[in-house]
């Protein structure tokens, strides 16, 4: 083998995961090869992250036009032509794409092969008929959308996130079959531009991995906005109706339909598929490298090992947290365990995300009933209502609410944000859990006024007050009771 076809590392995927790696490794001066079948830059700036973003904030636009009147404007009913709205999403992707340009990282020292790889040995994956040696690999080739069996799904015709930004229209109704946060961000956004949606969620609530209280309040949002939302329900079959489908819905334990008295049926014009994942891992050959998967999820160990030593896994194809950050995070560990002798264990012990609804819906650590099934009695739950918050009101931007979850001497489990740039305060909370910083320290930091972040202080705040009871209000009240007898 010719030596330019071995490698210290060759990673398998140009997503995140995959990106990170090859950048990493390379910068580090290892010898990389980076195999992609398709195009750099994976579901994130393709299909997911970056485009839903672009969509997000046009229909962000359309909705404040029409609700101008808030603040002091006249009310605007924007003309929306689909085929423009779309098109400005895809310059957005096209002006992100160079950042994950396949030069920019042959510039970099890496070895980008363009094809679908297939391991023929532990140590050797072929492409395209060209046989590539590394000394580790890491297989980094994510996810995609899952399609659930839904009779008369397929005849009668769907999408997924991952047409959704390649079309040129925006659908006069749409059925969205799944409430997490694909579905749910698609729904609202889709909504504003116009179209008339409906949800179908299969559990009892929207966003369930979410602090149920939150997650309430942003489907009353979401309903206030038009969107119909059927949970407990599941869909039994999609008929085509001329250019339309109807959607049969039944109870959640009726998946037969058989019910009858109990079912539903409705017409859109489309149906958006958003139930789930599914791993990228056929035709790899992972049985020929001896790589163990669980339904097809690639099974990894604390340093991101696979039942091979020397194969890492990385990002959305492992089954953990789907997350574009996440598999940045990953490929971070997995560059120092792979190429040096001190190898670390991952840590997901502060991993926030965020679902960018209007408001944003963000999350790290435990929810409320997660930390009271570890912890037990020593959990207390402090709440602040954003409907409070100056600069909120200021912005007419008054629903949502902040919950943080503490332990023992006010330690920090978990944050929730319902609030407009919920992403973005969610970082103070679990840079305070990382760090190990106290609730009651957040009360005094100096945040600036008005701020949407003062939410977190105000919180802390209420946190304070609760710890004053028992030999601490004894305490100050006494002090108190000094201080009046002191000369002024």
């Known amino acids: 083998m010719a030596r330019d076809d071995i490698f210290d590392i060759v990673a398998i995927g140009g997503g995140t995961a995959g990106l990170v790696t090859a950048a990493g490794s390379a910068g580090l001066g290892a010898r990389v090869a980076l195999i992609e079948r398709d195009r750099l830059g994976g579901d994130c700036l393709w299909t997911g992250c970056v485009p839903s973003k672009a969509l997000i904030s046009s229909a962000r636009v359309a909705h404040h036009f029409r609700h101008a009147a808030a603040h002091g404007l006249r009310a605007v009913r924007p003309e929306i032509e689909g085929a423009d709205v779309l098109a400005s999403v895809r310059d957005v992707r096209a002006e992100i794409e160079p950042h994950d340009d396949p030069e920019r990282f042959r510039a970099m020292g890496v070895d980008v092969v363009e094809g679908s790889a297939r391991f023929v040995s532990p140590h050797e994956v072929e492409v395209n008929g060209r046989r590539l040696r590394g000394r580790r690999f890491v297989i980094a080739t994510g996810s995609r959308a899952a399609v659930p069996p839904i009779p008369g799904l397929e005849e009668a015709g769907y999408f997924t996130h991952a047409e959704a930004f390649d079309r040129d229209t925006i659908p006069g109704s749409l059925a969205v079959v799944g409430g997490g946060p694909i579905g749910v961000e698609l729904a609202q956004a889709f ?12 559990l009892d609530r929207l966003m369930v991995r979410e602090e149920p209280e939150l997650a309430e309040l942003l489907t009353d949002r979401l309903r206030n906005e038009g969107i119909r939302i059927r949970t407990g329900r599941i869909v039994t079959r999609v008929e085509r109706v001329g250019d339309r489908r109807r959607v049969t819905i039944a109870p959640a334990g009726d998946a037969t339909g058989a019910g009858a008295d109990t079912a539903e049926t409705f017409e859109v014009d489309e149906v958006l598929v958003a139930a789930g994942r599914a791993p990228n891992t056929e035709g790899l050959g992972l049985d020929v490298a001896g790589v163990e998967t669980s339904k097809g999820w690639v099974t990894v160990d604390a340093k991101l090992r696979t039942s091979r030593r020397h194969i890492f896994a990385a990002g959305d194809v492992t089954g953990g947290f789907l997350f574009t950050h996440v598999a940045d995070h990953e490929a ?8 040096f002798p001190v190898r670390a264990n991952i840590d997901y012990g502060v991993i926030p995300w965020c679902t960018y609804t209007e408001p944003e819906l963000a999350h790290v650590g435990l929810t409320e009933a997660e930390a009271r099934e570890r912890h037990g009695s020593a959990v207390s739950a402090h709440v602040y209502d954003i409907g409070n918050l100056d600069r909120a009101i200021a912005e007419r931007a008054a629903v949502g609410r902040v919950k943080i979850v503490v332990g023992k001497g006010g330690s920090i489990l978990g944050g929730h944000i319902l609030a407009a740039g919920g992403g973005t305060m969610i970082a103070e909370i679990a840079l305070a859990m990382k760090a190990g910083v106290k609730l009651g320290t957040l009360a005094s930091l100096v945040h600036p006024y008005p701020t949407m972040s003062e939410g977190v202080k105000r919180t802390a705040d209420a946190y304070r007050r609760s710890t004053l009871t028992g030999w601490r209000k004894s305490a100050v ?5 000094v201080g009046r007898s002191m000369p002024a």
Not at 332 to 339: C, D, E, P, S
Not at 477 to 481: G, H, I, M, S
Request: aromatic share 0%; proline share 0%; no cysteine.
């Open 191 to 202: 909504r504003r531009l116009g179209a008339d949606v409906t949800v179908v969620e299969l």
């Open 332 to 339: 971070r560990t997995v560059v120092q365990n792979a190429l």
């Open 477 to 481: 009240d006494l002090a108190l009771k």
